[in-house]
C-alpha cells in the first residue's frame, strides 16, 4: 500500500494513530503486538504473498543472532559459519528474487522456456533490498557481540517489519529501534505529533506536487528518438531525473520520519540537501545516509581492511561502489552508474589536499557545488536510461558541444530550471537555519503544513508510486 493513496491517508494512517497510543497506556507489549500485525497487514495489503521472504530473512535472522548472543562458548569457526549462513540466506533471495534473470543473461545459461517465463513472472518483493540490509545488520553486530540482549521474536520481527520505513528506508540499525535492554524505544518516547504532522505534509506535497510531475515530463524525454537529441536536450535530462528522484525519495523518507515521531520513533535524517554539497564525496555523506553509512559500516570498512591501501584506496572503493550500484537494480547499468560515482569519488581524494585545487576551488563554493552538481547529475544518465545505447548515445552528448539543437518541450527546460533554483535556495537557506525558524514558529509551521497537504491533495489523483519501490 501507498502512503500517498486515499485509503492509507484517511483510513490506515488514522487507525495506527489512534489505536496504538491508546494500547500503549495500559500495555506496551500488547501495543507492539497490534503495531506488528499492522505494518504486516499494510505491507501484504495488494500482494500478500511478499510476506513470505520478509518471514524467511526474520526467522533465520533470528534464529542465527540468539545463537550467536546467547551462546558465549561457541567457537570462532562456529560464529563465522552462522554468519555465512545468515549472509547466503539473504543474498539467496536477493538473487532468487531480484538477479536470476540478469545471472541467466549474463552467463548466457540454457534455461527451458518454463523457467525463464517464471523468472519475468516473479514480482520483486517490495523493500526487498532494504529489509534485508536491516536483518543483516542485526545478525552481523550479534556477531560482533555489540547487542548483549536477544529481543523477543515479537518485537525482533517488528524492527524488521516496522512499516513506516520498511520498504524505502531510512535503514534501521539495532541500537535506534532498541534500547540498552532490548526493548523497542518507541515504547518510551512520547509522540512528536506536530512535527510529524508537518513532515507528514511536506513530504506528501514533495511526492505528488513536483516528483511525480516532473516524472510525467522525464518519462515523455526519455521516450524521444535519442539520436536527434543536442547538448541541452540531454543536460535537461540528466537534470530532470536527478531532481526527480531526490524529490521522489526525500518525500518517502520525510513522510516515513514524520508517521515514525507521531508513532513515538525518532528517525534519523535521510536527505541534507545533497545538491549543495561541494564535493562528491559530501554529496554521498548527504543523500541516502542510512544506506550510505550502512555500506561504508558494513562494506567499505570490511574490504578497506582486508585488500590493499594501493593507490588512494582504489581496490576497496571501486568494489564497494559496484556493489552499491547494482543494490539499485538488476541490471549491469546500475553497476556501471555505481562505477562512475565511485571514480568520482576517488578523483576528489586525488585532488582534495592539491594545494592549487585548495587555492582555485575551495574557497569558491559556488565553483565547486557546481562541479560537484554536474558530474553527480551526468552518472543519473545511466541509472535512468533502458537500454545501454541509449544510455551510451545520451551520455556522449552530454560532452557534444556541437549541437545545441532543442528537440524537447519548451515547459520541460522552464520547469527543471525552476525547480533546480529551488532546490539549490533551499540549500542555501539551510545553512542559514532557516528550516528551525518555521519549526519554531507555530504560526508558519501550520502555514506551511496546511498549503502542503491542500497542493497534494489537489494533485493526488495523479499518483506514480515511489521509484525506489523497485529496490
Known sequence: MFFHSLSSLFIFLPIVFIIFPLI?????????IFLLIFSLVFYAFDIPWFVIPLLISSFSDYFISSKLINQNNLSKNIRIFLLITSFLINIGLLVTFKYSLLISNTLNLKTTTSFINMIDSLILPAGISFYTFQTLSFSIDSFKKKIKKMPSFNDYFLYVSYFPQLVAGPILRPEEFFDRNSKPILNQNHNLIKNGFSRLCYG????????????????????????????????????????????????????????????????KENFIFPYSSNSVTEFWRRWHISLSTWVSDYLYNFLNRKLSPFFYGVIPLIITWSIMGIWHGASWRFAFWGLLNGILILIHRIFKNNDFIKDKFQKLDLISNLITLCAIMSTWIYFRSTSWEQANTLYKKLFNFQNFNLGLAENYYLLVTIFLLVTLFAGYLDKFKFSEIIKNNRILQILASSISIVLALIFISNQNSFIYFQF
Open 204 to 267: 506528501l506535497f514533495l511526492k505528488l506536487c513536483i516528483a511525480d510531475e516532473l516524472s510525467r515530463f522525464n518519462d515523455i524525454a526519455f521516450l524521444a528518438d535519442y539520436n536527434m537529441l543536442g547538448f541541452l536536450d540531454t543536460w535537461t535530462m540528466a537534470f530532470g531525473f536527478g531532481l526527480q528522484i531526490y524529490f521522489d525519495f526525500s518525500a518517502y523518507s520525510h513522510i516515513a520520519i514524520g508517521i515514525s515521531r507521531i508513532i513515538g520513533l525518532p528517525i
Open 24 to 32: 500503549k497506556k495500559f500495555n506496551c507489549q500488547y501495543a507492539n
